[in-house]
């Protein structure tokens, strides 16, 4: 029962939503070019080229509505002087990524590509929320443990309707996140309307330097063991090794994997952690290319350090995403653990940076994650074995108190306790 390898490596990130923190954790983002980390500083190497397009170039027949709606713009539009032909098309740009209906896929102009750079580098300060989007709508996916957001009273599947008196109507995640954003100190008044609320409410929050807290450990009557994993940051792997080589010596055979409220991190770690529990060759996920490539497999490393004896439960709700979502399918799929609490976020779309110009950029989704079985997580999250609704009380004890009930943990607990 080896548990001292595991590879550290963190090469692939997923971009599950961005993220309105302030270190150099991308929850989610995931760049075809390598990230590599360096003494805690993340370098992005991102390549400049584009294949050439497949369809065939555009008639002049084709393109007259474009230059038409140019010339009227020019000729008619009251203040048409003090815009810039430069400024012109990269409105045009911003509104052709727009038309497919993606909204993770958006043109950077220079100032959102340098602030988006300033992100990757992790050199700003944050509130401590992950969002994005749902029906349209931005949402909070899960605040980071004892952040700014998080002490506030924020709560995951929030709804954000503003941002310092600017309506969130017509924002895409980045924007949304440029304006959140800010230098340590500063405040940012953020407009909420809860889950079964009519009523918004105000939250004025001060921006600060995140700390991602990353795991706990801890056990419950019944010889169950508990590991809370927060994020699948670079570190992840290794933490997660110590925690279950703890779950062995203690000698029990129950464990919990709590991941609510994980908006998730690097590939690696939850391609790491899964192969824990799966025999080598198991996929842990898949990378659909759709018609433009072959699928990326990525199989278990085989680990494998369980036998059957291993009863395994996964916590999950809205706010478990990306690698979490990667990471629960897997095992859920592969029959290792079953989950409890409500249905996964669904973020599983694979971006890819692209330069235009020297100082623009292009986010494109260019594929999906599928599960073990073919689960396109874009589409829909992940739906639990036993559900568990929370009432909006439920909801309020647990973010005013640590020891309040915790009815998804309850029945995780009974289920694994009725087993001998």
Request: glycine share 8%; proline share 5%; no cysteine.
């Amino acid at each position: 029962m080896n548990i001292n390898n595991i590879s550290n490596k963190t090469a692939n990130v997923i971009l599950s939503i961005s993220i309105a923190v302030a270190i150099g954790f991308l929850a989610g983002m995931y760049f075809k070019s390598q990230i590599i980390n360096k003494n805690d500083v993340q370098t992005v190497s991102i390549s400049a080229n584009i294949s050439s397009p497949g369809n065939a170039p555009l008639t002049a027949a084709q393109l007259a509505p474009l230059w038409n709606a140019w010339g009227i713009l020019s000729n008619k539009y009251i203040d048409a002087a003090s815009t810039t032909d430069e400024q012109k098309i990269y409105g045009a740009i911003k509104g052709l990524a727009s038309s497919f209906g993606d909204p993770y896929t958006v043109f950077f102009p220079p100032a959102q590509a340098k602030i988006f750079q300033g992100d990757i580098a992790g050199n700003f300060g944050g509130v401590g929320m992950e969002i994005g989007l749902k029906d349209s709508q931005l949402i909070v996916i899960a605040p980071i443990k004892d952040s700014p957001a998080s002490i506030a009273g924020v709560k995951s599947g929030d709804f954000i309707l503003s941002i310092d008196g600017t309506s969130t109507s017509e924002m895409n995640v980045d924007e949304a996140v440029s304006h959140i954003r800010g230098p340590q100190g500063t405040k940012v008044k953020i407009k909420f309307l809860s889950k079964g609320s009519s009523k918004p409410t105000d939250i004025t929050i001060t921006r600060d330097i995140i700390k991602i807290p990353t795991l706990d450990t801890d056990t419950k009557d019944g010889g169950i063991f508990v590991i809370k994993l927060y994020s699948f940051t670079a570190d992840s792997p290794v933490l997660f090794r110590e925690a279950l080589r703890k779950f062995i010596v203690s000698g029990d055979h129950k464990l919990v994997l709590d991941l609510r409220g994980n908006p998730g991190g690097y590939l690696d770690a939850a391609w790491d952690m899964a192969s824990y529990f799966l025999p080598i060759g198991k996929t842990v996920v898949s990378e659909d290319f759709g018609s433009h490539d072959k699928p990326n497999i990525f199989r278990s490393k085989g680990y494998n350090v369980f036998n059957s004896n291993l009863e395994m439960l996964i916590l999950a709700d809205g706010g478990s995403a990306s690698a979490s979502e990667i990471l629960a399918g897997a095992l859920q799929e592969n029959g290792v653990a079953k989950l409890v609490g409500s249905k996964t976020f669904g973020k599983g779309s694979v971006q890819e940076l692209v330069p235009i110009t020297p100082d623009t950029s292009l986010k494109v989704t260019i594929a999906h994650w599928l599960t073990p079985n073919g689960h396109n997580l874009s589409h829909d999250g992940l739906d639990p074995d036993f559900p568990v609704t929370l009432s909006d009380k439920d909801i309020a004890a647990m973010v005013a108190s640590k020891d309040a009930k915790d009815p998804i943990m309850d029945k995780a607990v009974e289920i694994l306790t009725a087993r001998p």
